[in-house]
């Protein structure tokens, strides 16, 4: 008995040690990471754990210094550019290194190495979108230059230097929780932050879901509900502005401009609420004489921010601003003489062919009235814990063969397979950092423009200002010369009067300068009027962001920084301006019960501000969103097919001019519903609904307790996230918090003599979330406030802001 004890210890004790040593699913390694001297425990920083340090790191040419203030932000002084960016490259894998790895798997389609089967589709969708090829052609790019080849490549010096001082104890905490190692860094990395960039802003489509509607509704009524222009605008590049160039001449549409039904393709869809802002105000219109700029890109919140402050300091250089964590450079920002800031134009830049193959072998397909070969990319995934997926990528002359699984096309020569090609700005050959490493060095409008013509995506809206009282904004990128209407659907792949006939002239993009009512703006809305002589887009975002800015803007004076800080954080409702006046005539007191009439009162008080403690804004919110839904969900929703739904600009046309029309009659009643009727039913459904879910009305129903949000880790992982706060705004207010989007970070520059900069993100510097340093300026930013940049002219100025200094030789 005694040794049958024995042996069952020994054997209990070696299953223990096993288990302790084993992932399982998402669980890492129990015993490596409880391990006091290795696992989570090492990853606990102190707020006052810095202190003055020198190293010597091999690949310097000289020293640099870098002295970090108060909230860790590193200002970094270099002799030399190399210098400069391998610095930049360090210190930022100091405090994201996890964050700068997850991101390029994302890109890369590497994710399944990691986390397993579950991320396969998601690496499966990034190869065939051509992630990897499109970050290949733009490294091939920036190495053309040897300039951004050097300050690329210095960059990743930096970033591998600091990974060779870790030992697996002082991994951060995401890779003990997913139980894998930091590997090296390689230039291509930074590349594929320009497409995961690209992905975010402009890799999102509905062709398919026009298609459809085209399809079932047929062009009239297509092009009733989806029209080229709203009726509501108020374009970036103010309406009347003259254009001073001849355009090119503009493509024609092909005879057969029709699109053809693909049931099986699903791309990403766009999504509404992740925009920007940005504007800058004549010094004629500020208290200090000279220009101020601000801006508030609107991404993804996430703990760590996506973006990374920073001052660059060194020969022909000194500027602050944000960086994106695994790239040189100063992406917003502002130096002495400039500053400029950016916002998504919303630009159609990526577009869907049908492709039509001889056989089912796929290796050829019918282009220009002729079989071409494809050309055939293996990609293979590896997948932790599962064999490795070997995918064959068929590219054509438009791009990668994204879905080659569409079916049978009908009519034509013959029945042949067919698939789905990508063409996508994206792919090609780009120097985008380029256009950073001179606005970072520019002095005036002339390097403005001159740094925008290495731009290429996604399509941005740069606003600028400068010490010489100049301001501008310039809707930016590499944008496809098109015919009207290209690529609103799934073209035909096979006729060559459908690929895009070039591209705009950079000097012919939609600019403005000095403009005569005294600021310029964007909130990605319409980039132009009607004269503007090229196709840009068919939809851009709702006008009211711009409109309300636009309209604060007209009506400024003696304006300061905090005139800028508080339009940041305006929550007027210029879509409650528009339409609750219309919807409120339609409700019957009489017809109402107590809680219903009670509602009513609120919503005619209120006084539509979506602040935390508005049940007003809870009440038309909801109200809305049912109206709307219930709108379009009869003809657009419920079934298989995937089908657009008109935009919220379409529906309130509609219920002020045609309150009558067919798209307001429930089919499944017998009876023909007008708008009145479905506004009357879907306000007391949001009645019902808010007593249903908070009680009767009071303080339970204010949009601050309504409304969920928060900022969560970037691999939502529990635990490391905000949690759950009050929060102002909605998708279509200045400050449009919605979803886990909103502004990522809030800057405002006053130009001048002596250029200020204020600033905050919603985090910290740190993506260990057990450092201080990981959340520390999330209060400031969660109270609209922000704080004064610290600006350092040399390495010698005193600040009691400064709290360590880091010195590295070579």
């Not at 900022?711 to 998708?731: D, I, K, M, W």
């Not at 450092?771 to 390495?795: H, I, N, R």
Request: aromatic letters at 12%; hydrophobic letters at 35%; proline letters at 6%.
């Amino acid at each position: 008995m005694k040794i049958f004890k024995a042996l069952f210890a020994v054997l209990l004790t070696g299953l223990l040690i096993w288990a302790l040593q084993t992932k399982f699913g998402d669980i890492p390694p129990l015993g490596a990471f409880l391990n006091p001297a290795t696992g989570f425990w090492q990853n606990a920083e102190s707020k006052d754990g810095a202190k003055d340090k020198e190293l010597n790191l091999s690949g310097l040419q000289g020293k640099v210094t870098i002295r970090y203030d108060e909230n860790r932000i590193p200002h970094i002084f270099a002799e030399n550019d190399h210098d400069l960016y391998y610095a930049q490259g360090y210190v930022t894998a100091q405090e994201r290194l996890w964050q700068m790895d997850i991101q390029t798997r994302s890109a890369a389609g590497r994710l399944s190495e990691v986390v397993g089967v579950k991320a396969l589709e998601v690496d499966r969708y990034h190869r065939r979108m051509g992630m990897v090829y499109g970050a290949e052609n733009t490294l091939r790019g920036i190495m053309k230059d040897p300039v951004m080849g050097k300050a690329i490549t210095a960059y990743s010096d930096g970033v591998n230097a600091y990974i060779k001082t870790l030992s697996p104890a002082h991994y951060p905490i995401e890779f003990k929780l997913l139980n894998y190692a930091p590997e090296e860094w390689k230039p291509i990395n930074s590349a594929y932050l320009l497409k995961l960039m690209s992905e975010t802003l402009a890799g999102g489509s509905n062709e398919l879901a026009m298609t459809n509607v085209m399809n079932k509704f047929g062009a009239k009524v297509t092009n009733d509900l989806f029209p080229d222009r709203e009726m509501h605008e108020d374009p970036i590049i103010p309406a009347g502005t003259k254009w001073d160039f001849k355009p090119l001449p503009v493509p024609q549409p092909p005879a057969a401009f029709k699109a053809q039904l693909l049931a099986s393709m699903k791309p990403k869809d766009r999504v509404e609420g992740i925009g920007s802002n940005n504007w800058a105000i004549s010094g004629s219109k500020t208290a200090s004489g000279y220009p101020i700029l601000a801006n508030d890109p609107h991404l993804n919140l996430t703990y760590p921010s996506i973006w990374y402050q920073v001052q660059l300091a060194g020969p022909g250089v000194n500027v602050y601003g944000v960086s994106l964590p695994g790239a040189p450079c100063v992406v917003i920002g502002y130096n002495q003489k400039i500053s400029w800031g950016v916002t998504n134009v919303d630009a159609d830049i990526l577009d869907w062919y049908q492709i039509k193959f001889k056989d089912n072998s796929r290796n050829q397909y019918w282009y220009n009235n002729k079989w071409n070969n494809v050309t055939k990319r293996v990609e293979v995934i590896k997948v932790h814990g599962a064999k490795s997926v070997i995918d064959t990528v068929l590219y054509t002359v438009h791009g990668p063969v994204v879905y080659d699984n569409a079916g049978i096309a009908k009519g034509g020569r013959e029945n042949v397979p067919v698939g789905n090609a990508l063409r996508w700005v994206a792919h090609d050959e780009s120097d985008e950092f380029k256009t950073f490493y001179l606005l970072n060095r520019g002095k005036n409008y002339a390097d403005y423009r001159e740094a925008l013509k290495y731009f290429s995506a996604p399509a941005q809206n740069f606003v600028f200002a400068s010490s010489d009282k100049d301001i501008a904004i310039t809707p930016n990128g590499k944008l496809p010369l098109k015919y009207k209407d290209q690529g609103k659907f799934i073209m035909d792949g096979s006729n060559p009067a459908n690929d895009w006939q070039g591209f705009i002239p950079n000097e012919q993009n939609p600019t403005v300068k000095n403009p005569p009512r005294g600021f310029v703006s964007s909130a990605n809305q319409s980039s132009t009027d009607a004269t503007y002589p090229y196709y840009i887009n068919w939809q851009f975002a709702p006008y009211e962001r711009g409109k309300r800015i636009n309209d604060r803007l007209g009506a400024m004076q003696k304006a300061t920084v905090d005139s800028m800080r508080n339009l940041q954080t305006d929550t007027y409702s210029i879509r409650a301006q528009d339409i609750l006046s219309t919807m409120l005539k339609y409700i019957d007191p009489r017809q109402l019960d107590n809680e219903q009439l009670a509602a009513l009162n609120e919503l005619k008080k209120w006084d539509k501000n979506i602040v935390v403690n508005s049940v007003g804004a809870s009440i038309f919110n909801t109200w809305w969103q049912k109206f709307y839904r219930q709108t379009w969900n009869d003809s657009f929703g419920g079934d298989k097919t995937v089908l657009n739904f008109p935009s919220m600009d379409r529906t309130e046309k509609l219920l002020m001019e045609d309150p009558n029309a067919v798209w307001f009659d429930d089919k499944k009643t017998p009876f023909k519903e007008t708008a009145a009727d479905l506004l009357s039913r879907t306000f007391n459904a949001t009645v019902a609904e808010l007593t249903t879910k908070y009680g009767n009305m009071g303080a339970a129903w204010q949009w601050g307790k309504v409304k969920k949000f928060e900022v969560r880790h970037l691999g939502n992982v529990p635990g490391f996230g905000s949690g759950n706060f009050e929060s102002a705004g909605t998708g279509s207010t200045v400050n449009a918090l919605t979803d886990g989007h909103g502004p990522s970070w809030r800057m405002v520059v006053q130009m001048g003599p002596q250029t200020k900069g204020y600033g905050i993100i919603p985090g910290g510097q740190s993506g260990n979330p057990g450092s201080f340093y990981y959340d520390d300026m999330l209060p400031v930013w969660k109270a609209g406030k922000l704080k004064e940049l610290l600006f350092l002219q040399s390495t010698t100025e005193k600040s009691t802001r400064i709290k360590s200094t880091l010195i590295l030789n070579k």
